[in-house]
């Protein structure tokens, strides 16, 4: 460190101070100016080069020697460590709720976990952040080599689009013709064709589909590739009103499932967005002294373990998260490490189907 001059850090808010200290000190070991065992100055003195306190630069260098840049000696000092670490990417999980929330949330959680353990065996350290903080607080964005955003809206990537965050970001979940981002989702309209397959395989007629959150393109894709197949097929199908959600149906969407399922020509088969509002589904079943697997066939988007221990455990489209955390994890370490360039795409993965004792045959 001796060897060459810290200009003072200009202090513009941009960012917090330690984090500008921490990068200064680590581009002068990455660049070669200071190599293995060289000796840094004293705290005070790279201090009073960069113009800030100790503190900050105590703060700066205890995070180098956590990642294994720097090794401190008792009473000799700081030296650059003699075997440089193969520098991890630091990448930021953005998800749009409380990180609890996502947690407990069986969608984000299962993308989160598997982010995590793929990034561990692929040397990505991984943080969740929420989205408003990256809106709201730009310098956020350059802690991280790289952003993984987990099903975010529209209107945040366009914003983020401005801020050229595409570059080495991705998107899980959700994607959408038009944007610069890279997009790995689930193929939702395949997973809405599988289901009207199976339907017609079994030998239903009628059918009846049930969503949520309208305008959402990962709901709107499971409709058309269910309608799409169904027509193909020749089923007739029906579309339920759609509910503002996938935890509870609206009252519209309720009482039109009850009119309907009590009609002497009533649909035999329901395919439902959503694991929760497949168990209300159901519930109005129950109601109507109908069962799944027995009078009428029932298919849910997603597979959480809650499904299995249901009254008549429930058929399931299985989304491919750990295929889509694993391309997620590959493309970030390619262009981000080779130096591969951003191609704006999006990877379709198509899930699967669990079929369980609500599938039945008809007639």
């Not at 703060?59 to 020697?65: N, Q, R």
């Not at 294994?68 to 930021?92: H, Y």
């Not at 996502?102 to 793929?118: P, S």
């Not at 309720?254 to 509002?277: C, H, N, S, Y």
Request: hydrophobic residues 40%; proline residues 6%; negative net charge.
């Amino acid at each position: 460190m001796s060897k060459v001059q810290l200009s003072p850090l200009v202090k513009d808010g941009s960012k917090p101070v330690h984090i500008e200290a921490r990068e200064r000190i680590l581009a002068l070991i990455e660049s070669g100016q200071v190599g293995p065992g060289d000796r840094l100055p004293s705290e005070p003195d790279i201090a009073g080069e960069l113009g800030i306190s100790r503190m900050t630069v105590n703060k700066a260098i205890l995070s180098l020697v956590a990642d294994g840049w720097l090794e401190r000696t008792k009473g000799k000092g700081t030296f650059v460590a003699s075997s440089q670490p193969r520098k991890s990417l630091k990448a930021a999980v953005v998800i749009v709720e409380d990180l609890q929330g996502a947690i407990n949330n069986y969608y984000f959680g299962a993308i989160y976990f598997g982010l995590i353990r793929e990034g561990e065996a692929q040397g990505i350290q991984f943080e969740a952040i929420r989205l408003n903080r990256i809106l709201e607080q730009y310098w956020e964005a350059d802690r991280f080599d790289a952003l993984v955003f987990i099903n975010p809206p529209i209107e945040a990537l366009m914003e983020l689009e401005k801020r050229d965050l595409h570059e080495r970001s991705v998107v899980i979940g959700a994607s959408w013709p038009g944007i610069d981002f890279k997009c790995i989702d689930s193929d939702n309209i395949f997973g809405g064709l599988m289901v009207a397959e199976e339907f017609a395989k079994l030998g239903h007629k009628k059918t009846l589909f049930v969503g949520g959150r309208p305008g959402v393109p990962n709901s709107a894709d499971r409709e058309r590739g269910f309608t799409m197949g169904a027509t193909l097929r020749g089923l007739e199908t029906s579309v339920a009103p759609w509910s503002f959600g996938a935890i509870n149906l609206s009252p519209d969407c309720e009482e039109f499932l009850r009119t309907t399922l009590k009609k002497k020509d009533r649909p035999t088969a329901v395919f439902a967005i959503g694991a929760v509002l497949a168990l209300q589904v159901n519930r109005i079943f129950t109601d109507l002294n109908l069962v799944a697997g027995r009078d009428v066939s029932l298919v849910a988007y997603d597979d959480p373990a809650f499904l299995e221990v249901a009254p008549v455990p429930i058929s399931t489209v299985v989304q491919p998260f750990d295929d889509m955390v694993k391309r997620a994890c590959a493309y970030l370490t390619g262009r981000l490490r080779e130096e591969e360039p951003h191609v704006p795409s999006t990877d379709y993965v198509r899930p699967t189907l669990m079929a369980r004792q609500s599938l039945q045959k008809h007639g």
